[in-house]
């Protein structure tokens, strides 16, 4: 199958690629980058050496159309503008935020700007959702926090108070993205924690909500507090909740 891939050059395109370059059934076609087309992809992400001296594309819709498998790895708000210019039935995955969210309200809240829509949301874990992912052509992959989080607080939604649940989650320097940033320096974030868009502001908090609420059947609420921590990559996520009914330790473990 061939597979096109926008927006190679980040961190999270740099991963797919790695993912890609050991699937058996894809073959890149298409590895396009903004800013660094023309440039070896290894020089960019040298743990990747099975590209060779494959080359970045540049951002050539028309080859992307010629992709059987589209993966989309752009800034948030930039997905939309591709894909109004990509056949209608191209089987298209998106790993931003464009797509994600049900409510216009929040995304415009959170993010800023007119919704794009809402594709069908690529958690396969989650009950009844691995049969929509089969059978649609368009696919929101989840953002960090919200996979974490969503993966840790669903077994218990049904024992809880769902609509109280609290999470402090600490993630490493590159869920903030590859451009340079001072607050990403290693002279200003080793040897500390700190928090940061806590208090409601958090753009994953709606997408969280919105997850749970769909499989609960109910109103879902999260005080969400994220934290940058000094690590690379990862997430740790403390999620408490009240309990909803009286319940054993040995209960809840099963």
Aim: aromatic share 8%.
């Amino acid at each position: 199958m061939k597979i096109g891939l926008l927006g190679a050059s980040g961190y999270t395109g740099g991963e797919l690629l790695r993912l890609l370059e050991s699937h058996p059934d894809f073959e890149p076609h298409f590895i396009g980058a903004f800013t660094h087309a023309g440039e070896k992809i290894i020089n960019l992400h040298p743990q990747l050496v099975g590209y060779g001296d494959q080359l970045f594309d540049s951002m050539n819709v028309s080859k992307a159309n010629e992709c059987e498998l589209l993966f989309l790895a752009m800034p948030h708000g930039e997905s939309a503008a591709i894909v109004s210019q990509i056949s209608g039935d191209k089987k298209i995955v998106d790993l931003g935020a464009d797509f994600r969210l049900e409510n216009s309200d929040s995304w415009e809240r959170y993010y800023g700007g007119e919704h794009a829509g809402t594709w069908v949301y690529g958690m396969p874990e989650l009950p009844g959702s691995r049969q929509k992912i089969a059978a649609s052509s368009k696919i929101a992959n989840p953002g960090c926090y919200a996979t974490a989080i969503a993966l840790g607080a669903f077994p218990a939604l049904n024992v809880i108070n769902a609509s109280d649940i609290v999470v402090v989650a600490a993630s490493g320097t590159t869920g903030a993205g590859r451009s340079p940033k001072v607050t990403l320096l290693g002279s200003e974030v080793m040897n500390s924690l700190t928090s940061y868009k806590f208090g409601g502001v958090h753009q994953h908090t709606p997408e969280i909500e919105e997850s749970l609420s769909r499989i609960s059947n109910t109103k879902v609420g999260i005080s969400f507090t994220p934290i940058l921590a000094p690590m690379p990559r990862g997430i740790l996520a403390t999620i408490t909740a009240r309990l909803a009914k009286d319940i054993s330790s040995s209960s809840l473990r099963e």
